[in-house]
């Protein structure tokens, strides 16, 4: 702690004796000197499509009226102001700005019998979501799963699912299979979740990590071989973290598009000796500035890409983003001179 200390003090001392001829500071110390306090407006701020985040907002505006009374994100699909915030590409938004603000991943669930484990391999995936698969009996899908019950029934494939997750599945299955795939599922607009709670018997839908695990249903784990089900890739959060050590990502004048690639080596998370196996469907949840661009708007997404927002988002079932890419997304945001 001691050491922390010393070079935040250190990092304080700098910012106020460096002159003009001295290096630029690093993005990292600008944005680390603008969270010590709190960009405060005197207006609420509606936020649409918060989806899996609603929660971790609603944690976040706890934070946020200790600091800024007159502030709070207000949750409505249906926003009637002059400028918002939006968490899902929508006709109603004219986009300001897009950056990440968290990381979610295409996932498979599942609802077949008493089964609540079950391991597939991308060939096998593939399979399924193009329909070449079809009853559960299937011997791709016995081979991979020697010990689940798996019976003549028919494979009930949902018809829909998130637009990023489509795009995410896609791009994996294409890189494993050598081939572009484009899957025979369309973009579903409904509550995710909902429609996972709506699945019949014998029924597969491709979603996402997140929207799985809140709903509390079987979660398919990828395996990493075809009809080896001793290569299963286990899921959980930190398969998310472990990603985000693999993403790229440009500045454009609408914000930063940020892209999962698999060449790059994962790196070792903190804490951890090794590295963790990555989520290869990994994507960013993005926050979109929609409407009127102004200091208000600006302000409440900043503080949902401070450390602490970033946190209690960590607290929910999402990945919060890695540090160099929340910098990089915080900059954006909320331009920062040395001067």
């Not at 409407?291 to 602490?308: A, F, I, K, M, W």
Request: charged share 20%; hydrophobic share 40%; glycine share 8%.
């Amino acid at each position: 702690m001691k050491r922390i200390l010393s070079a935040l003090s250190v990092a304080s001392l700098a910012l106020g004796t460096l002159t003009a001829c001295d290096p630029p500071i690093p993005a990292s110390l600008l944005v680390e000197e603008a969270e010590r306090t709190v960009s405060c407006t005197d207006a609420p701020l509606e936020l649409a499509n918060a989806g899996l985040l609603a929660d971790s907002v609603a944690q976040i505006n706890g934070t946020l009226v200790g600091s800024c009374p007159e502030m709070e994100i207000q949750v409505n699909d249906t926003p009637a102001g002059s400028s918002w915030l939006s968490l899902s590409a929508n006709e109603q938004c004219e986009a300001v700005l897009n950056v990440p603000l968290a990381i979610d991943a295409a996932a498979l669930t599942f609802y077949y019998g008493e089964n609540y484990e079950i391991g597939l391999s991308a060939e096998t995936i593939f399979g399924i979501l193009t329909g070449a698969i079809a009853t559960w009996d299937d011997p791709a899908i016995a081979a991979e799963n020697p010990f689940a019950t798996l019976g003549p029934d028919p494979i009930k494939l949902s018809v829909g699912a998130p637009a990023q997750a489509i795009a995410a599945m896609e791009r994996w299955l294409s890189e494993k299979l050598g081939e572009q795939v484009d899957l025979p599922i369309e973009e579903s607009t409904g509550p995710e979740v909902d429609e996972i709670y709506a699945l019949e018997d014998g029924s597969i839908r491709l979603s996402s990590y997140g929207n799985v695990t809140y709903s509390g249903y079987g979660i398919v784990s990828f395996l990493t071989e075809a009809g080896n089900p001793e290569s299963a890739q286990i899921w959980d959060k930190l398969q998310l973290d472990s990603a985000g050590t693999q993403f790229e990502w440009e500045e454009s004048e609408a914000g930063l598009t940020v892209a999962y690639n698999s060449s790059i080596e994962p790196k070792t998370l903190p804490g951890f000796n090794e590295v963790t196996p990555p989520a290869p469907t990994a994507y960013t949840i993005n926050l979109t500035l929609c409407g009127e661009d102004n200091p208000t708007v600006r302000s409440y997404g900043r503080y949902l890409l401070r450390l602490d927002s970033q946190g209690q988002i960590n607290a929910g079932v999402l990945s919060p983003l890695p540090e160099d890419l929340r910098v990089a997304a915080a900059v954006l945001i909320e331009p920062l001179k040395s001067e």
